[in-house]
């Protein structure tokens, strides 16, 4: 599958600071993609570089087959970070402005505005200034304005952001929805739930440097599996059970054991039943995203 | 309809859509009607000041009658003294009796309240007069008496060198004869108000030009900062490349000022044509486009709006509010306005030394220029002056694109390190 995007080599250096360093990946098209990492990572930096509103100081960006992004705008959908629209302006004013700037005619996108800010709940307010929106209702007619071309590519840019857990549901739907009619989705994200109900694959990244890339499942594999044990077994005990790394003990007394990269859960709890130890309740957890995500950024 | 044209139209539409721009349309002519007419409907629509005269010198009527003939124009009437000031027997006495009708106390005795009296002491020939006038911040009534004084003064002196009274009246009713040549005049003699056509024009356009930037910028600048502030601009620059929302917020800008200049200058037109003498009108457009006026004022008009208005949406591109934008302005603001201050020498004297070489400095050339291009400077000067500023202005747009790009993403206050940073890392 051709990539929609691929960075090589990429750095961007500000004075003496590394925002991105030697950072590496490709996004296949039609894919769903993740771009993790905790505040500061470099994230804003690489998406900004990736569009080529900022110039890389070192690397290269391929972006739905051009070397640079701008030759291919009009393909690409972006909703930024900070978001903000003119605010004397109503949203189907916005969304034929910014549509027609991607060369869709004023009438198409007109229609395509109406359409898509009615199934977006917005019918009421198409035609009020933006100044008289909810902060939800402008980052809807945003996310609009960012879609309404049609585009192959769609970059979102922390796009769960400031929305209550209804809207953020409906955004995970509309991301489904553009995979399905074909465009390849990138969106950065520190909310790893997102990230692990939508992403086929992640790119995880920490300090600027890329941390981790491959899918989810591979992602996970990264954090240790954890085995959570209760009874009367003391600590001494259940540390010197086979494939166990690590015991941590929680507030309520709970004991978690995090098992060795490669151990079975099943072959720790064998031992611990042919030791007779006392456990009145196990319990095997498989490691989330956010679990690789602390382990693969070092808690960064 | 390209990027460009779309960001210029949304600039465009976006201020005429508001009523603050239709105010201003309107009333910024009235103000300028104001300024110009206002103080001759002040000085008409005040009442006629009353002034006395108080003879100790026998130097009325003479004196009177001098004063009768200015006071016409000076919306004054003479008027007797009250009989009181009238008897007294000494100038002390007529001060101390004109005191309380002056102050305001006392009316004459038609109700009509007296401005001012001029006591005349001394003689015909050597004449003095102590004016009391109720307004301290009014010296034209003082000014007045000291004409006709020293005109009954003068007569009295030449008849006591034994000239007649009535060859001394005709000799001051003499009048020379001046007319004004020169080898410019279209006649190629006499200069008539066609000639001088072209000075009034290129001021008016220098002036316009002056406003247009001014406000031109001011609104740019505003822009951009609302874009910077409403997190607008990221989305732009993904949308469009820099020189597209630069050019477009300028052109759009650019069409603003030019719809504001138009009616303005239709208003004018129409002010020529309704109330100008007849053939003004024609005298007029006979200048502008005679003298090449107007295609010299275009492209100055072109050449210093693209500069100034580059800088502005530069500096805009680091600001989000008007107070961090008034610290970078305050300057700009400064160096627009020096101009201004030799326009009207610009005028009178465009050859200058001093305003030859102002007149190359970019930021002055298009106001100095336009000024001065009425008087005809050689071809070489406006030909060499247009290409500094073409490659000024050329250089500006390269050095603001890359700033703007810089600033528009930036998150940090404005500081000239990170400008010039901006501007050397921004790249493309």
Redesign the interface.
């Known amino acids: 599958m051709d990539a929609a995007l691929s960075l090589e080599g990429v750095s961007k250096q500000y ?1 003496d600071f590394r925002a991105v360093d030697d950072l590496s990946f490709s996004v296949g098209a039609g894919r769903i993609f993740g771009f993790l990492g905790p505040n500061g990572a470099g994230k804003t930096t690489s998406i ?1 570089m990736a ?5 890389p100081t070192a690397g290269r960006i391929t972006m739905l087959g051009a070397d640079d992004a ?1 030759k291919v ?1 009009d393909r ?1 959908g ?1 909703l ?1 970070e ?8 109503t949203p189907v004013e916005a969304v034929v ?2 549509a ?3 060369g869709v005619p004023s009438a198409v996108a007109k229609k395509r505005g109406v359409a898509m800010l009615e199934a977006q709940g917005l019918g009421a307010a198409m035609n009020r200034p933006m100044k008289a929106l909810s902060k939800g209702m402008a980052q809807k007619v ?1 996310l609009i ?2 879609l309404a071309h049609e585009p192959d590519l769609v970059i979102l840019d922390e796009p769960f952001s400031g929305l209550d857990p209804v809207n953020q549901q409906s955004l995970e739907t509309l991301i489904r929805d553009l995979a399905k009619r074909g465009a390849t989705v990138i969106f950065s994200t520190h909310v790893m739930a997102h990230a692990e109900r939508l992403c086929e694959r992640v790119v995880l990244l920490a300090k600027g440097r890329k941390a981790f890339e491959g899918s989810v499942d591979e992602a996970r594999s990264a954090a240790p599996r954890r085995l959570v044990l209760e009874g009367g077994a003391s600590e001494g005990e259940l540390r010197a059970l086979p494939g166990v790394a690590d015991i941590t003990v929680d507030e309520a007394g709970v004991r978690t054991a995090s098992l060795k990269p490669g151990a079975a859960a099943y072959d720790t709890l064998r031992a611990a039943f042919a030791q007779g130890l006392e456990l009145t309740r196990f319990e095997v957890k498989e490691p989330s995203l956010h679990d690789a995500f602390i382990v693969l950024t070092g808690g960064a | ?1 390209t ?1 460009l044209f ?2 210029a139209l ?1 600039e465009y539409l ?1 201020y005429l ?1 508001t009523p603050g721009f239709w105010l201003s349309l309107i009333i910024a002519p009235g103000i300028g009607a104001l300024s110009g007419f206002g103080p001759i409907w002040a000085e008409r629509a005040a009442p006629i000041r009353h002034v006395a005269v108080v003879d100790f010198a026998s130097a009325e009527p003479r004196l009177s009658q001098i004063l009768t003939v200015e006071a016409r124009v000076a919306r004054l009437q003479l008027v007797k003294p009250p009989p009181v000031v009238a008897a007294a027997t000494t100038p002390e006495a007529a001060r101390k009796a004109l005191q309380p009708y002056v102050s305001g106390d006392l009316r004459l005795a038609d109700g009509g309240r007296l401005d001012a009296v001029a006591i005349l002491t001394g003689s015909p020939a050597a004449l003095e007069a102590d004016v009391w006038t109720r307004d301290i911040g009014d010296g034209a009534i003082a000014g007045m008496v000291r004409q006709a004084a020293g005109g009954v003064m003068r007569l009295e002196r030449l008849k006591a060198l034994g000239l007649d009274p009535a060859k001394i009246a005709a000799v001051d009713a003499v009048k020379p004869t001046v007319r004004e040549f020169s080898p410019k005049a279209v006649s190629g003699g006499q200069v008539s108000l066609r000639d001088r056509m072209p000075t009034f024009a290129a001021l008016g356009l220098a002036f316009a030009l002056w406003i247009v930037t001014v406000t031109g910028v001011g609104i740019l600048l505003n822009s951009v900062i ?2 910077k ?4 601009l ?8 820099v020189p597209e929302i630069l050019g477009g917020k300028i052109l759009g800008v650019a069409a603003l000022a030019s719809t504001v200049l138009a009616v303005w200058g239709g208003a004018g037109l129409f002010a020529l044509i309704r109330f100008a003498p007849p053939g003004t009108g024609p005298a007029l457009v006979a200048a502008l486009v005679s003298h090449g006026l107007v295609f010299e004022f275009l492209a100055y008009f072109v050449l210093g709006y693209l500069m100034y208005a580059s800088i502005f949406v530069a500096v805009g591109a680091f600001c989000e509010t008007p107070r961090e934008a008034q610290t970078l302005v305050g300057p700009l603001m400064l160096m627009l306005s020096l101009p201004m201050i030799f326009l009207t020498q610009a005028i009178r004297r465009p050859d200058s030394p001093l305003l030859e070489w102002m007149a190359w400095f970019p930021p002055f050339t298009p106001f100095l220029m336009t000024a001065r291009a009425a008087s005809g400077p050689p071809w070489w000067e406006i030909a060499g002056t247009l290409v500094l500023m073409a490659v000024t202005a050329a250089a500006v747009v390269w050095i603001s694109a890359r700033a703007f ?1 810089a600033g528009a ?1 930036s998150t940090t206050k404005f500081d000239l390190q990170t400008f010039l ?1 901006g501007i050397r ?4």
């Open positions: 004075g900004r569009l080529g509103l900022v110039e701008r705008r690409i972006f930024p900070e978001r903000g629209l003119y605010r004397r302006m402005f910014f027609g700037l991607k945003q304005t960012a | 309809m990027r779309r960001i949304r976006s859509k609302e874009e502030s409403n997190r607008v990221e989305v732009l620059l993904s949308s469009a490349s790009r993403l940073r890392s921004a790249g493309r």
